[in-house]
């Protein structure tokens, strides 16, 4: 089964560059099978990952940024693929 993982996280006003290669810069504890990085307006970063586990299963996530480079909590979300798709 394929789980992705989405981190989405808006910055402080006029810090989105800044999130952006704060988010680009973290490692996790293992590879994921595919990990892509996205902005938008509002200076808000997204980042998914791809991986090869159980919906359930205990899988390296993005931590939350410092306090003062976000202007709300980080909002993560879990997908499972879907066979047939595609």
Do not use: N
């Not at 990990?35 to 359930?56: H, S």
Request: hydrophobic share 45%.
């Amino acid at each position: 089964m394929t789980v992705a993982l989405m981190w989405e996280a808006r910055a402080t006003e006029g810090r989105g560059k800044e999130l952006l290669a704060w988010a680009q810069a973290q490692r996790l504890d293992r590879e994921p099978l595919r990990r892509e990085t996205f902005r938008a307006p509002g200076d808000r970063v997204l980042v998914i990952t791809w991986w090869d586990a159980e919906f359930d299963a205990v899988v390296p996530e993005l931590p939350e940024p410092a306090g003062e480079l976000v202007s709300r909590a980080v909002h993560r979300w879990r997908f499972e693929a879907v066979a047939g798709e595609g």
